[in-house]
């Protein structure tokens, strides 16, 4: 491989010795660990143009991310520093990949006459059938179940994390130990309501390809023999059904290249597995590692109190961050005498910053847990300095959207039955026996079912004209909507009293509509990819954060960046918390956690605690800084001690 002669692109030239070294890898298993800050998109946008400039097909080139904007975004990159070719490689998340191979194989997966996907909410819905259904039979009648929220969690996690469905009950909800055969009989009932309706949840799309892959032989060849190598972003954030799949999926030669940082490995709870890009090389033997940390983001300073904070960890790939950038302050601990003080502080640190011009968007609060900054939130708007707080419902988990949805989905997909319950129980005079029972009739007999009850029920009359006129064909996806809309507009003013509102969610709707030539398509990406929240949520997942001060949790706040952060709470027993200390896993997450947070400052970072508060699940007082701080030496760490306002 050289840079110049008949290549396009200087490789040299544009990539720094590791990054180039990434990108120029000939074959087999690559594994990078790609730092803080050090320019991971960079490689892998340079690695796939270099992979098709040395003449390796696009479509024979599979590039997985978690979100599809981050594939789109590397996808387009590579297409502009060499050609359009770029935008023929595979690229998406690992469930619009497993939703597009089960399409194709569905026959060898009892799905002959397709499967519709359910999101979250649709399978809390189906939940919430069955345990009622489980609750009603019950003798003597169960006092309470876990809500379906709750159920749906256990269900998912126990996928994601392979472990036992009663090992997640005895782990995270002991107190529902005593509905062990309960929660057993509505993970059965709910499995099976989902088979005899062809439906297919998140989780499922992961799982069905794995079997899949381990059953169907042929399945597995014919994959192995369309990508010739595999780009993985973001690794560390793998679970167990991910790495499975990468592994079945590699090719003879095994070219697998991934990406990540373990240092940044924060998401247990959602079923990442740490030790998977630990445990890397050992699955693919021969693995070559190349570690990138040169830093483009942060200060040195910041660095050398970042790289203190990691090198504790008990396992880890050693490495080193480095910036070539000069100056730089030393990152503070500030301990203050009660919270009110540690919010005093802050916002009067954060009034400063703007007096000295900078920007209130380039500056973030950052937190372990979302209680943790009311306080704080009280006195910024005593101060009328304008945030915004990351958290909330995403945009599909709203009503109204899923309402709207759901009028698509009966059309797309009739045998969709909780889309026709949804649909149906929308209107005056349908309850759930009405439902159950129009539901079968238009099985049977598809739309005139509801013709023949129209006299009976005169609200069903709007549904009807409007399905029929969705149904008309010739149509594109938007003017599905646009009908769909009309007829749900009467009902949105009629349940909802904030309905100007939700109108323009739906509007937005339709604008992400107008992108689409075909309805299923759309549909299955509102599931695998819905977009970020309502108007003004997904204006803050593009980092367009007005003239408002982010307030974020640390978990939100990873791949974002700022002039300035302050990480407030930083307490023994807050943060780590209180019951992270007797588990050693769990420990070593939140060491990885407090170094994603310092990682997210360019300038400055101040970090600060309350010095004296009472745990009353302990019934001790909290007073010592974050054992992940405690110990840094002071070369590296200025430290401040606030007891009156008159010090801040």
């Not at 996808?75 to 089960?102: I, P």
Request: proline letters at 4%.
């Amino acid at each position: 491989m050289q840079s110049g002669g008949k290549y396009k692109i200087d490789y040299r030239q544009h990539l720094n010795p590791a990054q180039y070294e990434a990108v120029v890898h000939d074959k087999g298993p690559l594994l990078v660990i790609a730092g803080a800050g050090s320019g991971k998109t960079r490689t892998l946008t340079y690695r796939v143009a270099r992979l098709v400039e040395d003449g390796t097909a696009p479509s024979s080139i599979l590039l997985l991310s978690f979100t599809r904007k981050a594939s789109q975004e590397m996808l387009a990159r590579a297409t502009s520093l060499l050609d359009r070719r770029c935008r023929e490689v595979a690229g998406g998340t690992f469930h619009s990949f497993a939703n597009s191979v089960l399409r194709s194989w569905k026959d060898r997966l009892g799905f002959a006459r397709g499967f519709s996907i359910i999101d979250r909410a649709d399978s809390e819905d189906l939940i919430s059938m069955v345990s009622k259904s489980i609750s009603a039979s019950s003798k003597p009648k169960l006092k309470r179940l876990p809500r379906k929220s709750t159920l749906a969690t256990i269900f998912s996690r126990a996928v994601n994390k392979n472990l036992p469905l009663e090992d997640v009950v005895y782990d995270d909800y002991p107190q529902f130990v005593h509905l062990l055969d309960e929660i057993f009989s509505i993970h059965d009932q709910y499995q099976e309501q989902k088979k005899i309706h062809r439906l297919v949840d998140y989780d499922d799309l992961l799982t069905l390809l794995l079997r899949l892959l381990r059953q169907c032989p042929e399945a597995r060849h014919k994959i192995r023999r369309t990508y010739n190598h595999i780009l993985v972003d973001e690794y560390q954030d793998t679970n167990y059904i991910q790495s499975e799949l990468i592994t079945l999926m590699a090719n003879p030669e095994k070219n697998i290249m991934v990406v990540g940082d373990d240092a940044q490995s924060i998401y247990a709870f959602r079923g990442a597995n740490f030790k998977n890009i630990i445990s890397f090389p050992e699955r693919f033997p021969g693995a070559r590692i190349i570690k990138l940390e040169e830093n483009y983001r942060s200060v040195q300073p910041i660095l050398d109190l970042t790289n203190r904070i990691i090198e504790q960890a008990e396992e880890k790939f050693s490495k080193r961050l480095f910036t070539r950038r000069r100056g730089g302050r030393l990152p503070q601990l500030v301990a203050t005498a009660d919270e009110r003080l540690q919010s005093s502080f802050v916002t009067s640190e954060i009034i400063r910053l703007q007096r000295r011009g900078i920007g209130l968007a380039d500056v973030a609060v950052l937190f372990r847990a979302g209680f943790h900054a009311f306080d704080l939130e009280m006195e910024l708007t005593r101060c009328k300095l304008p945030f915004v707080k990351y958290g909330g419902f995403k945009f599909m988990e709203s009503a109204h959207i899923k309402d709207l949805l759901a009028h698509l989905r009966v059309v797309a997909t009739p045998n969709d039955r909780l889309s026709w319950y949804r649909v149906l129980n929308l209107i005056e005079r349908v309850g759930p026996a009405t439902a159950e029972k129009l539901f079968l009739a238009v099985g049977r007999e598809g739309i005139r079912a509801l013709e023949n009850a129209r006299k009976r029920l005169p609200g069903l009359g709007p549904l009807i004209d409007a399905l029929k006129a969705i149904q008309a064909g010739g149509l594109s996806p938007v003017k599905m909507g646009e009908i769909a809309l009309r007829h749900y507009l009467p009902i949105l003013r009629r349940r909802y009293d904030d309905h100007p509102k939700r109108l323009r969610d739906l509007e937005q709707l339709l604008s992400i509509m107008e992108r689409y030539d075909v309805l299923l398509d759309f549909l299955d990406d509102m599931v695998l990819e819905p977009p970020a929240g309502s108007i003004n949520d997904r204006l803050a997942a593009e980092t367009d954060y007005g003239d408002n001060l982010v307030l974020s949790t640390i978990h939100s706040a990873k791949g974002l960046e700022w002039h300035t952060v302050f990480i407030i709470w930083a307490l023994d027993g807050r943060f780590p918390s209180y019951h992270s200390l007797d588990n050693g896993d769990s420990l070593e997450e939140e060491r990885r956690l407090m170094y994603v947070a310092a990682t997210r400052a360019r300038e400055n970072l101040i970090i600060t605690f309350p010095s004296q508060v009472y745990d009353r699940s302990s019934g001790t007082v909290l007073y010592r800084p974050s054992r992940f701080l405690e110990t840094i030496p002071e070369n590296y760490l200025e430290r401040r001690y606030i007891e009156r306002p008159d010090q801040i």
